[in-house]
């Protein structure tokens, strides 16, 4: 960064300087006819200042030079200080400017708020050069290097007179090789607070800290009995880190008399992390969060700061009230939402911070407000709305601005926000030059709502943005320092200025709906997003009673729905519809793991069986207040249940992690395949998973066929009986005739072979008479036969499935 060419302190000769000025007067007399006219000042120096403020304006409106005020400190001067202004200049022209001088200029006080509005947005030159020493001098500003500078300049210079916000410039003039000659390339204003002494009656202002992040938590919690949370994403930790836009707002916060507005699922969230959690990475898989400590620290800094301040809770999750106006009252169970979530708003932020909230505001979006908005945000419980005066916009004939507070019938108390204050920190604040000029007008506005009527004692509230960047939040803080510093301000809680009396003469008309504004109207959250809630509320009431421990299923859902219609979805549609959809998708996921096993076909052999089905349950809790209906699609051939009906229900309980069978009677009445479907219901009736559907086939064997099979197996026994009887007998002739009867017995053994019933036995009949004392001790051979039991087969069973009997 290039260095002034000249040291501050130094100066031309009071002849250069005359020069200088008139050479400036009589470059712009040609363009006196455009001259931009200031308000006129009540003072009586004002008027010299104007006029020589006039000619200076005249003499350029050249932006040649870009003068960028990075910081002006005191922001609040008083008698005896030194005032330092300091920054940066670039010059954005195509030639060097040389002989260059940059100083300030005091400018008349403003008359009122709108002429610091007309000031603002028409960056008019300010007056009186304050030269002298207090000058800095650059020998050559070469095109598009920036230079810093830093102006001292005692207040008594300046040569404030009566109170009031004075117009301040830092101004450069220099020439160029084109236009030889001294003229002013460049200048930046700013608004100059001026008040040495306190106010007769000081303006009670009440500044709002909003705590509030975008929804991070899905509806998606971790199988095991901690139910670990799931978070869409880790972006939450960033801004809880050192630097972050929450942990700026705390630490900020903590030093200043605000009120916090706080929703209530921020802390939920950090409480979820310290707990420990996953982040969802892909559609299947999560990774273990690591920012455990950051989020501890930030909690315990957040608790410290809310310790003796007022703080007011959100319903949880912030929920559109507009777009609940305006969309969701047309669906029916909308509003049990918000009252849900303002319900548990309390509970959660004591529970948290240990200490006690009011829950008795509702704050629309943007303050915007209209009957249906008060109505909705009032049906939850709330009697106070924080609106905003571009809203609840002033009719009368006031010539100040009044209190916040004004009764809008039905009990309910609207905190009309000052417009101005409240969106003076909306830009980027992370240029310093923004900033500097950003806390410049919002104190000049202060001092000026004071000086309206010194003598009226007055309460002011101001509702910044939802969520403030870091940059913003330093401004705020910035701003807010100095203001409670100021001779003309005193800090106030939310609930005094709330029970402040009201002006008569404020208006208290709440603009109609057609009066909402466009802008806002076109952020909002559709029909179709509410039509989605209900539905996926219908799912949760189904799966709800099917559970032994609903509330592991209840909580994340509802809160998951309560974020679904979050304020903070404005601008953000296409996350909104993700974040959603992922919620149906995971009630169903869960929905699903309760099911019924796919069965095949079923055989039934005989006139009457058993079928089992199977109920699997993959949930960690168990299931019951289920019932299992087995159906025949033929119920004159194949009838179902005990008393063969068409259909028959058992009741199904089934343990986390198991799955249980459940078996039906099943009378068949005719041969043939027939067609069952087996559906889960819930108690009162509702259809729960999808049905299976398999088919019976039945075989019934008839009792001849049966007498035909007794039969024959009494014969084998007969024959079987017989040849063992002649097979003894055979063995006693041959005992009693001896050894030398051999020829007799051989002829004996041949006449058996031919006449079986006389002769003697073979060795089949041998082998029968006594099987055990022939075997045992023989070798098993190739044509023994094989054991009557088969060893068991671990090979999955066939398409079809014989039933118990």
Do not use: C
Not at 279 to 304: C, M, N, S
Not at 423 to 431: E, L
Not at 789 to 796: G, I, L, N, Q, R
């Amino acid at each position: 960064m290039a260095q002034a060419a000249d040291f501050q302190g130094t100066s031309a000769s009071p002849a250069r300087r005359w020069l200088r000025r008139t050479g400036v007067l009589l470059a712009g007399a040609p363009l006196l006819a455009g001259l931009l006219q200031l308000p006129a000042s009540p003072s009586a120096d004002a008027t010299e200042r104007t006029a020589e403020h006039t000619a200076v304006a005249a003499a350029t409106g050249s932006k040649t030079v870009d003068i960028s005020l990075h910081s002006l400190n005191p922001s609040v001067p008083s008698d005896g200080d030194t005032l330092t202004v300091s920054g940066r200049i670039t010059n954005n022209g195509k030639q060097s400017v040389t002989d260059a001088q940059l100083g300030l200029r005091v400018g008349p006080t403003m008359n009122g708020r709108s002429s610091i509005d007309t000031a603002a947005k028409n960056n008019p030159y300010a007056g009186t050069e304050v030269g002298g020493s207090y000058v800095q001098d650059f020998a050559k500003l070469a095109p598009g290097v920036p230079q810093n500078f830093s102006l001292s300049v005692p207040v008594d210079e300046l040569e404030l007179g009566a109170d009031g916000v004075y117009q301040l410039g830092v101004a450069l003039t220099g020439e160029t090789a084109a236009q030889p000659y001294e003229r002013i390339l460049g200048i930046e204003r700013t608004f100059l607070p001026w008040q040495p002494d306190a106010a007769e009656t000081k303006t009670r202002t009440t500044y709002l800290w909003p705590l509030i992040s975008t929804p991070h938590m899905t509806a998606e919690t971790g199988s095991n009995e901690q139910q670990t949370p799931v978070f869409k994403d880790d972006d939450l930790a960033a801004e809880l880190a050192p630097g972050g836009r929450l942990q700026q707002l705390v630490t900020l916060g903590k030093e200043l008399d605000v009120t916090w507005v706080i929703d209530p699922d921020l802390l939920a969230s950090v409480v979820a992390m310290v707990g420990g959690y996953e982040i969802r990475t892909g559609t299947e898989t999560t990774t273990a969060g690591t920012h455990k400590e950051v989020a501890k620290q930030w909690l315990a800094e957040l608790e410290k700061a809310v310790e003796g301040k007022e703080v007011v809770a959100l319903p949880f999750a912030d929920p559109d009230l507009a777009s609940l106006a305006h969309k969701g009252t047309k669906v029916a169970g909308s509003l049990s939402h918000l009252k849900d979530a303002t319900e548990v708003a309390a509970t959660t932020v004591e529970s948290i911070l240990h200490v006690t909230p009011s829950t008795d505001y509702a704050w629309p979006a943007n303050g915007a407000i209209d009957p249906s908005i008060v109505k909705v945000a009032t049906s939850a419980g709330a009697d106070k709305v924080i609106s905003r005066s571009d809203s609840l916009q002033e009719t009368g004939s006031l010539s100040y601005t009044p209190s916040a507070a004004r009764p809008i019938g039905g009990g309910t108390t609207a905190v009309v926000a000052d417009a101005r204050l409240s969106t003076a920190f909306q830009g980027d604040m992370a240029v310093a030059g923004n900033s500097t000029l950003a806390v410049q007008e919002f104190l000049a506005q202060t001092l000026m709502i004071n000086l309206q009527q010194p003598g009226k004692q007055r309460s002011i509230v101001v509702a910044p943005q939802r969520m403030p960047s870091a940059s913003q939040a330093q401004a705020m803080a910035q701003a807010l320092t100095a203001l409670q510093g100021a001779n003309w301000s005193e800090s106030a809680e939310l609930s005094a200025a709330t029970e402040a009396k009201p002006d008569p003469g404020a208006t208290t008309r709440v603009p109609s709906e057609s009066e909402y504004p466009s802008s806002l109207s076109k952020q909002e959250l559709p029909p179709k997003t509410f039509e989605h809630i209900e539905e996926i509320q219908r799912k949760i009431n189904k799966f709800r009673v099917i559970l032994t421990e609903e509330d592991r299923v209840i909580t994340p859902f509802g809160r998951a729905l309560n974020r679904a219609m979050s304020t903070s979805w404005r601008g953000h549609e296409a996350e909104e519809v993700v974040y959603r959809y992922g919620v149906d998708a995971y009630i169903d996921e869960l929905t699903e793991q309760v099911a019924l096993i796919k069965k095949s076909e079923a055989k039934l052999s005989g006139r009457s069986a058993t079928i089992p089905i199977t109920v699997q349950n993959n949930l960690v809790q168990g299931v019951d207040h289920l019932v299992l209906r087995l159906t025949s699609k033929h119920p004159s051939r194949l009838s179902i249940g005990e008393r063969e009906r068409a259909y028959w229900e058992q009741r199904v309980e089934v343990s986390g992690g198991h799955s249980e069978s459940v078996k039906f009677t099943a009378n068949g009445r005719a041969n043939g395949r027939y067609a069952v479907t087996a559906q889960l219901y819930t108690e009162d009736g509702q259809p729960y998973g999808e049905e299976i559907t398999f088919d019976v086939s039945v075989t019934e064997i008839t009792p001849t066929v049966m007498l035909v099979i007794a039969g024959g197996v009494l014969l084998l026994v007969l024959a079987g009986f017989r040849m063992y009887t002649q097979r003894k007998r055979a063995a006693a002739r041959r005992a009693e005739e001896g050894p030398d009867d051999g020829a007799d017995d051989a002829e004996a053994d041949r006449e058996a072979a031919f006449h079986p019933e006389s002769g003697p036995a073979s060795d089949a009949e041998s082998a029968l008479a006594s099987p055990v004392e022939s075997r045992e001790d023989d070798p098993e051979q190739p044509s023994d036969p094989s054991p009557d039991t088969a060893p068991e087969s671990t090979d999955p069973s066939g398409t079809g499935e014989r039933v118990d009997r």
